[in-house]
């Protein structure tokens, strides 16, 4: 809720400190990510990709740009690429695995998207984003009573956002 403000902190930061210290990529991934927060996508990729131009192997960088292109419907391609590369790096993190899912399910292989999204669930159990991406595969599938069962199991949830539970 304070992304304006933390993004004048971020960016009175890189202003104050050499271009190569180890903290601006950090940086400009917080304040890319605030951009995005805050609905300013030109900005939040270029930051986003700012970041990796300077460390290009840092897989939580890498899934939130590929996620945030998958769910836009861009770069489908590159975003694929990406995020498996970040899984590469990063195994077994549940919400890296759901992007490569996503990004699947984007590109309609609702088998492999499927294989994605069962084990980042079976990774984060109760997270309603990834359950919904699960359900929604399911669907697609044609494993519609599956499907049911899952987005009535994320009604349930603490952590169930209003906007979700009133879809």
Known sequence: QYYKKSIKYYSLSLEKINKDHF???????????SYERLGDWDNAEKDLMESLKIKPNQPQVMNYLAYSWVD???????????????????QEDGYI???????YHAKKDYIKAGKYLQRAVELLPEDPIINDHYADNLWMLKKNIQARYVWNSILKFDETDKKLKDI
């Open 23 to 33: 903290l601006v990529p950090k940086i400009l991934y917080r304040r890319g990510s």
């Open 72 to 90: 836009k419907g861009i770069n489908l391609d590159k975003g694929l690429d990406m995020l498996i590369q970040a899984n590469n790096l990063k």
């Open 97 to 103: 695995i759901d992007s490569v899912g996503w990004a």
